[in-house]
């Protein structure tokens, strides 16, 4: 079965930063595109990032350009999400997910209806 996890969540302080992995079973991660998106209590889930399965192509969403970094470890299988200088409203539960389709036919998307495979979620906590 197709299966995403996230881990690397947790608390940390205004400033500070924090790596989240997203590692996939069931398939080939690096043939798809992998986005990264979260979720804050009383708010619509959101994208933050996406790679494309070549890894030439990223984009990031304008609340967290220039802080943070999506990256892919072919060797171990695990997309990354380095995010620096961490603000209380990057709180919430992030999620990894990716679509049916091979990253061929399937580009990168920040429209959370567009990806068919989730992760559980990570929570990501940032308060001083």
């Known amino acids: 079965q197709v299966q995403l996890v996230e881990s690397g969540g947790g608390l940390e302080q205004p400033g500070g930063s924090l790596r989240l992995s997203c590692v996939a079973s069931g ?23 996406c790679v494309s399965s070549s890894d030439r192509y990223t984009y990031y969403a304008n609340s967290v ?27 919430a539960v992030y999620y990894c997910a990716a679509p049916r389709e091979v ?10 209806p567009d990806y068919d495979y989730w992760g559980q979620g990570t929570q990501v906590t940032v308060s001083s």
């Open 103 to 112: 990253g061929y036919s399937f580009h990168c998307s920040f429209d959370a």
């Open 27 to 49: 398939f080939n991660l690096d043939s798809y595109v992998i986005g990264w998106f979260r979720q804050a209590p009383g708010k619509e889930r959101e994208g933050v990032s």
């Open 65 to 91: 350009k220039g802080r943070f970094t999506i990256s892919r470890d072919k060797a171990k299988k695990t997309v990354y999400l380095q995010m620096n200088s961490l603000k209380h409203e990057d709180t």
